[in-house]
């Protein structure tokens, strides 16, 4: 990929700079000026397609289903469970702290802090979108 | 709060309230901490001393065992989250 000039790796980036989305570009010119790219995804699984011809004319093409049920539904349904589930039960930057931070939850709760941010982190992944 | 399942809801509904908006970033980290400390040191310990209280498991005067995490609470740990009945339930603060 770094050898070829038509590809490129494209990041974005939050508002405290962690890095929220990553994707990869191909991009072709055809022999009557139209402008095509293809945007994979760091899996290398093409995700959408869209072209600029010469006159002006785009055409946008999403390869994949963002529903629930289809395979990228769940996959970014999971990640929104699991980025909820580690905020959570992880809150600091030190893994001592969230480990005390957990007895002290879990042990406040009866044991029911863990749990409970499973149900809630899963219900936030359903209502939320990327 | 003799009802288990009211006993639950009441304890678990504010918890996932309190989740859900720092986990959806309607809550900020500040706010999060002042919140879950209020629920975890102030508002479940007295519960769950009003739990106790109307199943006649403590007396009222012990009120003073659930301040902070309330250790206490884990003595009556299948009361409290299970319905079972104490093995000695004389009413008073026996083995507080």
Known sequence: ?130 | MRSLSIYHFSTIIPLVAILALYSSDLMRIQWFVIFIGLYSFVFRPFLDYKRLLSLGLIDVKDWKRFVGLGLVRFKFYSELMFDKKADNQSGTSNGV
């Open chain 1, 1 to 130: 990929m770094i050898d070829d000039p038509s590809r490129s790796l494209t990041f974005g980036l939050g508002l405290e700079g962690e890095l929220i989305s990553a994707f990869a570009t191909k991009t072709k010119i055809q022999g009557d000026g139209t402008v095509s790219n293809e945007v994979f995804n760091l899996n290398g699984v093409l995700e959408l397609r869209y072209s600029v011809s010469s006159d002006g004319i785009r055409d946008i093409e999403y390869i994949r289903s963002s529903g629930i049920n289809s395979a990228y539904g769940v996959e970014s349904w999971w990640r929104r469970f699991d980025h909820c589930v580690g905020e959570l039960n992880g809150p600091t930057p030190s893994n001592t702290a969230n480990v005390f931070l957990g007895i002290i939850l879990n042990s406040a709760t009866l044991g029911l802090y863990t749990p409970v941010t499973l149900v809630a982190c899963a219900g936030v992944a359903s209502l939320s979108k990327d």
